[in-house]
Every structure is written in C-alpha cells, then in structure tokens.
C-alpha cells in the first residue's frame, strides 16, 4: 500500500479557498497573478460559483475574455483534470458582479490555456482604449462594458440569430442599456428578418461598430427601415453590401429614392475606409455623394453593381482617393467608356495603388493600351487582375511587358487572348494547338523582362462560381 505524500503548503491554501463559503475579496487582493488565475481557473471548473463572485471583484486583470472562457470545456478542447462541464452549467451572469469590463469576442484564448503572461499588455488594454479612442463612446460610465462580434444569420423562421446564447445576451442587454453597453467591433447581416434584427439592435451602442457586412436579399420596405440605423454607425470603417437582387427593385421611384438617400448617407460616414458593394444595382452615378466627406478610402470594390463613366471621372479627381490601396471592379462593362478615363483614374492611384483588379469588364485594346503608362508607374502594386476581358495577343504581349518591370508585383491574373480560341471567337475552351503557340510567344516575353515572374492565363469560363481554368505560364 503506497502512502500519499502529504499536500503542500499552497495546496492546503487553494483548497482552504475553494471550499470556504465566506472568502473575502480582501484575502485575494496580495495573490500574485499567476497563482490568482490558476485558482480562477480551478473555481470555474468545479463551479465554485460563490469564489467566483469574490474573484471577480477582486480580478487583477483589465479585461475579462469571457467568451473563449466559457467554450474552453467544449469536447474539442477538453480539459486534461475535469469532467466535462455544459454551457447550460455554468451561470453566466456570475461573472457580472463588480465587473467593468467583458470581454466577449474570440480573442484572448490564451489567457485561459497558457495563463496571464500570453496577453501581452497591448492586449490587456485594448478593451479599455476601444472607450477612450472613439469620441462616440464617451458617455456616462456604465456598470458593465460588453465587447462582442455579432452575426445574425436566421436558421429558422423565428430567429434572426443562429446562435441562441447571442441573442440571450442581446436581449438581456438590451433591458439593460442605461448600466450595460454592449460594443460590437464587427456586425455581420445573413437575415431578412429585419424587424427582429432592429429590435436587438437596440442593445448595441451603434457608434461602436467598426466593420458592418450585409448579405441579405432585402427589399425595398428592408432597406428603408434600416438606414436609420446606418446613420447611428458613424465610427463605421469597413462595410460590405451585396445581394440586393435587381428582381426584388423593379420600380424605378423606389429606386431613385433608395439611390440618393444611401448615397446621402454614406457620405456621412466620415471614418470609412473600406468600401464593398455586391449586386447593388441602385448606387450607379452616386459616387459624387458617397465620397465627399471621407478623409482616405483604403479599399473599394464594385462587383455586378454597375457604375456610370461619371463615377470613374469622379474617382479620378476625388481627394477620397488619395491614399486607395485596393480597388476591384468587377462584372459590368465599361466598353463605351473613354479611354482617357482610366487612364485619369489610374495616374490619380499609381502612387498608392497595391492591388488592382479589372475583370470581366469589356475592357478594349484601346482601354488596355490607354492605362500603360500610368500601370507602369505603380510601384507598390503587388497583385493585378484583368481576366474576363477580350483582348489581342499583341495588346497583352504589351501588358506582360509593361507588369513584368514592377518589381513589387507577386500576382498576375490575365485572359487568354482571342488567339487563343477557334475563330478567335471567346469560348469557354481555348483551342489547344493555337493556345501552345500563344504561352510560347508569352514565354519569351517573360523570359527578356523577368525570367522569374510567374504569371496565370484564365479562359473566359473562369468565375468565381465556376471551375477556372488556369493555366501557369513559367518561361524556360
């Protein structure tokens, strides 16, 4: 028979605290970090709820990270010395003591797994400079500050949210609002519930939200009642808005009104930097409204959502586009547009320009000839994108050359040229014998300006719903 060697001085001490009905706060105030956290982590597993609350008011720590907390004992990450433990289980609301800041994002998984030395300080203070860095957020001080990442995307016809411990705190914030402020950096929309999605929203400071995505097929009553919503965002810097479908805005009033009071209002969001529109139909020959207020866009793409030859012509002289990193227009055709247009736009962005993105646009041998010189002058663009396009072989022999002296470029998309397909009639194969002699003369090509440039020749089947045919050009 083994004899069990007796528990240590600091064992005897966890335990003595763990099972005390009575732990004051004071008692845990000296405790350094490391062993505080250890005897957290033990409390919460055991469900020592009562030491919990006396913990929490005596936590060290500027921020708690609750979420990764309450999914650690998920049977993807058990524990090695528990059981298994339900969120059912465990009270929530235990944690909401004395607390002033919950942390309830992904984020900060490590606290929990490796122990406070993980979250570097920077982490520690982040919830605490989300209040002080926004003029929005400086309001009375709450009792309890909330961060969180929402996603309302119904599973049934009853719920705007899938996920049902959401939408209890949503809720129970929202009852809550004069002492609890809910702050949700990212807000993502896959619901056409509307009515439901406002009545939540109501628990969430608005002015908070930094990234707002939007992929619902909503109508014309939809996008009504939510743009008072939007005009609350103002500290809004990421937004993307698709799949408004052009069967559901069909009456051309609606339309026009839809088209300037969005337009409108975007231009109030003075703090956007990204700009993502999908499918929308009704933006066209807005962007003078949109970008007038803005101090630097980062990134805007437009993708089956057409613009007018005057949005680019703004674009081109818009102070907005000072400092663009990325702009992505896809699927509309710009064919009867002025060479000199892109041309203007590309000399405004070939300073700052890192991505670059043309596809299926209708681009001509002339629009393409018109933007060399201002493309060859982007020396920070780093990925390039014109397939989907008809052009000549002698016109992309050209542009290979033209891409081929920028040194920073790491990515290059282009279509096959009419050369490529029988009759030089677009297909969706290319004819294999003329398309062998076509990446022959493209070799040689690559192989005098940058023997080390890898470039991809798409066929017009190539979508983002489809299966592409890519084909590696790598010169001998």
Not at 112 to 127: C, F, L
Not at 258 to 264: E, K, M, R
Not at 377 to 399: A, D, E, P
């Amino acid at each position: 028979m083994t004899t069990q060697s007796p528990l240590t001085l600091y064992e005897l001490t966890k335990q003595r605290l763990l099972n005390s009905e009575t732990t004051a706060s004071t008692t845990l105030h000296g405790l350094p970090s490391m062993i505080f956290h250890e005897i957290f982590m033990e409390a919460f597993m055991r469900e020592h709820n009562e030491v919990l609350k006396v913990m929490v008011q005596a936590w060290p720590f500027l921020c708690l990270p609750l979420r990764t907390l309450m999914t650690l004992r998920k049977p993807k990450t058990p524990h090695p010395q528990f059981g298994e433990i339900t969120l059912q289980q465990r009270n929530l609301w235990t944690f909401r003591w004395r607390l002033q800041v919950l942390d309830w994002r992904d984020v900060h998984r490590d606290f929990w797994t490796v122990g406070p030395r993980a979250m570097s300080s920077a982490h520690s203070e982040d919830a605490s400079n989300k209040e002080t860095g926004k003029p929005g957020l400086r309001k009375k001080k709450p009792t309890l500050r909330i961060f969180t990442h929402l996603c309302f995307q119904a599973w049934s016809s009853s719920w705007a949210t899938h996920n049902e411990l959401e939408f209890c705190l949503l809720t129970w914030a929202r009852k809550r609002k004069a002492s609890v402020h809910l702050c949700c950096e990212k807000v993502m929309i896959k619901s056409n519930d509307v009515s439901t999605i406002l009545k939540l929203l109501r628990a969430v400071q608005l002015d908070s939200i930094q990234e707002l995505d939007v992929f619902s097929v909503w109508g014309w009553k939809c996008m009504k009642a939510f743009l008072p919503q939007l005009k609350k965002m103002t500290n809004l810097r990421t937004f993307h808005f698709s799949s408004l479908s052009p069967e559901v805005f069909t009456l051309p009033l609606e339309n026009k009104w839809l088209s300037c009071i969005y337009a409108f209002h975007l231009g109030e969001l003075q703090n956007l930097r990204e700009l993502h529109i999908h499918d929308v139909l009704f933006l066209h020959g807005t962007l003078h409204k949109i970008f007038r207020n803005q101090t630097s866009l980062e990134a805007l793409s437009f993708s089956s959502s057409p613009l007018k030859e005057s949005d680019l012509k703004h674009l081109a002289h818009c102070p907005s586009m000072s400092q663009l990193k990325s702009l992505s227009l896809r699927k509309f055709s710009m064919k009867s547009f002025n060479p000199e247009t892109l041309q203007a736009l590309l000399d405004k962005l070939a300073s700052t320009l890192e991505t670059l993105v043309l596809e299926h646009c209708d681009i001509t041998d002339a629009q393409l000839l018109a933007i060399l010189p201002p493309l060859s002058c982007c020396s920070q663009l780093k990925t390039f994108s014109c397939y989907g396009n008809h052009i000549s072989l002698g016109i992309l022999q050209v542009l290979l050359y033209v891409c081929g002296g920028l040194s920073q470029l790491t990515h290059g998309l282009y279509p096959a040229p009419l050369e490529s397909y029988k009759s030089k009639i677009p297909a969706e194969f290319v004819h294999p014998e003329k398309f062998l002699r076509v990446c022959a003369k493209l070799a040689r090509v690559l192989k005098d300006i940058r023997p080390s440039l890898r470039v991809q020749i798409c066929t017009y089947s190539c979508d983002w719903c489809m299966k592409c045919q890519l084909f590696r050009l790598e010169p001998s």
